[in-house]
Each structure stands twice: as structure tokens, then as C-alpha cells.
């Protein structure tokens, strides 16, 4: 199934680390772009980064610059999200989403045809 498997979040204190991971069971995966969005609680879901089919272009909202770092393992079909010096207002379901035709890192969330079940990131100060 092409949907996508996030595993990695959980509690933290601000300031720390946390590594997202997500995982697609589809042999188009390493053609098409991906991504990881967030849904902060009250509030709707957003765009946090992409990254192009092949890896070399990267997207990422303001908020999240110099901070999180999007990456890719065609070879393993997987998507990764580096997240340092964590704030709380980083607090939200992240999920990882892939695209079924769009192969440019695109950051419109309507361009992500599959999503996974979201997994939570919660950052205390």
C-alpha cells in the first residue's frame, strides 16, 4: 500500500531533538515528491517541509529554517525529518505525506495524495 508509516515522535523538553521517520511500501515512491506536514492542536494542518523526487530540492516554511532538515533514502523508501532546537510551538501531529504526480517538491499540501495516521510531537518549556 502506498500509504506512508511515520514513526519517531514523542515528548520532549524545548530545545531538544526529535528524528521522524516514515516509510512507504510502493515501488512509485523514489519518482514523486514527499513531505511532512503538522496539524498544531486547534488549529489546521500546515506545511513544515518537501523534498523533490531525487532529493535536491528542499522546501521549508519560515518557521521551521535553520531548524528541521528533510531527507530521503529512495533506495529505502524512506522520509526523514530532522528536528533541532525543538520550541513548543512545535507541539502538533506531524505526518508524512507522498505525492502520486507531482515530482518537484511542491509545498501545496493538495498535490499529496497519500498520507499517513500522523504521529505527535509534544515540546514542554
Known amino acids: 500500500a502506498p500509504e506512508p508509516v511515520e514513526s519517531g515522535g514523542g515528548s520532549v523538553q524545548a530545545g531538544a531533538s526529535l528524528t521522524l521517520s516514515c516509510e512507504v511500501s510502493?515501488?512509485?515512491?523514489?519518482?514523486?515528491?514527499a513531505g511532512w506536514f503538522r496539524q498544531p492542536p486547534g488549529k489546521d494542518r500546515e506545511f513544515v517541509a518537501t523534498?523533490?523526487?531525487?532529493?535536491?530540492?528542499?522546501n521549508y516554511n519560515d518557521f521551521v529554517k535553520g531548524r528541521f532538515t528533510i531527507s530521503r533514502d529512495n533506495g529505502k523508501n524512506t522520509v526523514t525529518l530532522q528536528m533541532n532546537s525543538l520550541k513548543s510551538e512545535d507541539t502538533a501531529v506531524y505526518y508524512c505525506?507522498?505525492?502520486?504526480?507531482?515530482?518537484?517538491?511542491?509545498?501545496?499540501?493538495?498535490?499529496?495524495?497519500?498520507w499517513g495516521q500522523g504521529t505527535q510531537v509534544t515540546v514542554s518549556s
Open positions: 505525506a507522498t505525492s502520486g504526480g507531482d515530482y518537484s517538491g511542491s509545498s501545496e499540501m493538495h498535490r499529496y495524495d497519500y
Open positions: 510502493a515501488p512509485i515512491f523514489g519518482s514523486f515528491s
Open positions: 523534498i523533490d523526487w531525487n532529493g535536491s530540492v528542499t
